[in-house]
């Protein structure tokens, strides 16, 4: 039986629906970014917490190991081991929430350090609370508007580095739709079939601006609340 099938975006090199593919690849983008942005939050904060509240060796050596990684640029080192152990779902999810942990780690590092000496804190301290309730009952809530800010600037940086990955045959393969790979196959049909490259670009764009800007109302809202 023939029937007709119409295509919204058109159809790739292999007869695939587009607009199907880019669904499927929104949703395999975005549970990337939740997932490596949730490790790096869990990275950053437990890293933080140790260097900034108890200071010392372990402060020095916690600034100076996220010196190192902040000192080349990470999408090389996330090359490296994708392409050392393997391209799954889970390590994309773990190299990448690994490789974005710097950031977060000096924001709540840097708070840390400035309230342990607030008399709130110390008054906690002479009250006979745990270090577990004085981190995450009392210094965490303070640092949550900075903490949310950065976490949602970089969950834009996380699509666009598993999308760049995904460009350079680095990312999940042929088992899941990416839109990288859907950019790195179009860009050779081109003069013939340009919308296989416009829409995944034109859906990354949109998703990336949307992630930015939500970022930049919300800075600007805790700063309003902050004054």
Same mark, same amino acid.
């Given at each position: 039986?023939?029937?007709?099938?119409?295509?919204?975006?058109?159809?790739?090199?292999?007869?695939?629906?587009?607009?199907?593919? @880019?669904?499927?690849?929104?949703?395999?983008? #975005?549970?990337?970014? +939740?997932? *490596?942005?949730? $490790?790096? /939050?869990? !990275?950053?904060?437990?890293?933080?917490?140790?260097?900034?509240?108890?200071?010392? @060796?372990?402060?020095?050596?916690?600034?100076? #190991?996220?010196?190192? +990684?902040? *000192?080349?640029? $990470?999408? /090389?080192? !996330?090359?490296?081991?994708?392409?050392?152990?393997?391209?799954?779902?889970?390590?994309?999810?773990?190299?990448?929430?690994?490789?974005?942990?710097?950031?977060?780690?000096?924001?709540?590092?840097?708070?840390?350090?400035?309230?342990?000496?607030?008399?709130?804190?110390?008054?906690?301290?002479?009250?006979?609370?745990?270090?577990?309730?004085?981190?995450?009952?009392?210094?965490?809530?303070?640092?949550?508007?900075?903490?949310?800010?950065?976490?949602?600037?970089?969950?834009?940086?996380?699509?666009?580095?598993?999308?760049?990955?995904?460009?350079?045959?680095?990312?999940?393969?042929?088992?899941?739709?990416?839109?990288?790979?859907?950019?790195?196959?179009?860009?050779?049909?081109?003069?013939?079939?340009?919308?296989?490259?416009?829409?995944?670009?034109?859906?990354?764009?949109?998703?990336?601006?949307?992630?930015?800007?939500?970022?930049?109302?919300?800075?600007?809202?805790?700063?309003?609340?902050?004054?």
């Amino acid at each position: 039986e023939i029937s007709t099938k119409y295509f919204l975006l058109g159809s790739d090199e292999y007869g695939r629906d587009i607009f199907s593919r @880019l669904i499927y690849g929104t949703r395999l983008s #975005l549970f990337v970014g +939740f997932g *490596s942005v949730l $490790i790096s /939050f869990i !990275i950053g904060m437990l890293l933080g917490f140790t260097a900034g509240y108890y200071g010392g @060796l372990a402060d020095t050596v916690l600034n100076r #190991l996220s010196d190192i +990684f902040l *000192s080349f640029p $990470i999408i /090389f080192l !996330i090359i490296l081991i994708v392409a050392l152990f393997g391209n799954s779902i889970l390590t994309i999810i773990s190299v990448l929430g690994f490789a974005g942990w710097m950031s977060l780690f000096k924001i709540i590092r840097n708070e840390t350090a400035a309230l342990k000496n607030k008399d709130f804190i110390i008054t906690a301290k002479m009250m006979g609370f745990s270090n577990y309730h004085i981190l995450f009952k009392e210094m965490l809530p303070i640092m949550m508007p900075s903490i949310v800010v950065t976490l949602v600037l970089q969950y834009g940086g996380v699509i666009i580095a598993e999308s760049a990955l995904s460009y350079l045959g680095l990312g999940l393969g042929n088992n899941f739709p990416s839109w990288g790979a859907m950019i790195e196959a179009g860009q050779y049909y081109l003069s013939k079939a340009w919308w296989m490259s416009l829409f995944p670009c034109l859906f990354l764009f949109l998703t990336l601006y949307t992630a930015n800007h939500f970022g930049g109302k919300l800075e600007s809202v805790f700063k309003i609340k902050m004054r």
